[in-house]
């Protein structure tokens, strides 16, 4: 099984929101084999501009260290020209933010599941088909 997470995914876990610990589930799941884990390197761009934002440049090149290290259980994919089209064609489509486009188009391109709490995605979803995991309000 194959899953696509988006940064509102990765913030929510690494920030312990609600719905973290589905996200930790998944992650383990992961760690295990049990599903495959990817990620826009678009997405965890904004997750690091939040986090600095947020809580400071040191926690955000802590995390950028700990991706390049390859700390997370998910594959990263580089926004290719492909995918910048996609994206800008379902920003084009749909009240998506850029990002969340790389997020879409990279879940339909691998035939996998967004994994999201995002509201935007959960509303454009049903009109534009794309498959989502929605992260449960705990």
């Given at each position: 099984?194959?899953?696509?997470?988006d940064a509102y995914a990765?913030?929510c876990?690494m920030?312990?929101?609600?719905?973290?610990?589905?996200v930790?589930?998944l992650?383990?799941?992961?760690?295990?084999?049990?599903?495959?884990?990817?990620?826009?390197?678009?997405?965890?761009g904004?997750?690091?501009?939040?986090?600095?934002?947020?809580?400071?440049?040191t926690?955000?090149?802590d995390?950028?260290?700990?991706v390049a290290?390859?700390?997370?259980?998910?594959?990263?994919?580089?926004?290719?020209?492909?995918?910048?089209?996609?994206?800008?064609?379902?920003?084009?489509?749909?009240?998506?933010?850029?990002?969340?486009a790389?997020?879409?188009?990279?879940?339909?391109?691998?035939?996998?599941?967004l994994?999201?709490?995002?509201p935007?995605i959960?509303?454009?979803?049903?009109?534009?088909?794309?498959?989502?995991?929605?992260?449960?309000?705990?």
């Amino acid at each position: 099984m194959k899953k696509v997470l988006d940064a509102y995914a990765v913030l929510c876990w690494m920030q312990d929101e609600p719905g973290a610990s589905y996200v930790d589930r998944l992650m383990g799941e992961a760690e295990e084999g049990r599903v495959e884990l990817a990620i826009s390197a678009v997405n965890l761009g904004e997750v690091y501009y939040r986090l600095f934002r947020s809580r400071g440049e040191t926690e955000a090149e802590d995390f950028r260290a700990d991706v390049a290290a390859g700390v997370f259980p998910w594959r990263v994919f580089p926004a290719s020209n492909r995918r910048v089209w996609q994206a800008a064609a379902l920003k084009g489509a749909f009240r998506l933010s850029y990002a969340d486009a790389f997020a879409v188009a990279l879940a339909g391109e691998l035939g996998a599941e967004l994994v999201t709490g995002d509201p935007e995605i959960l509303a454009a979803a049903p009109e534009g088909g794309f498959s989502v995991d929605p992260i449960p309000r705990e």
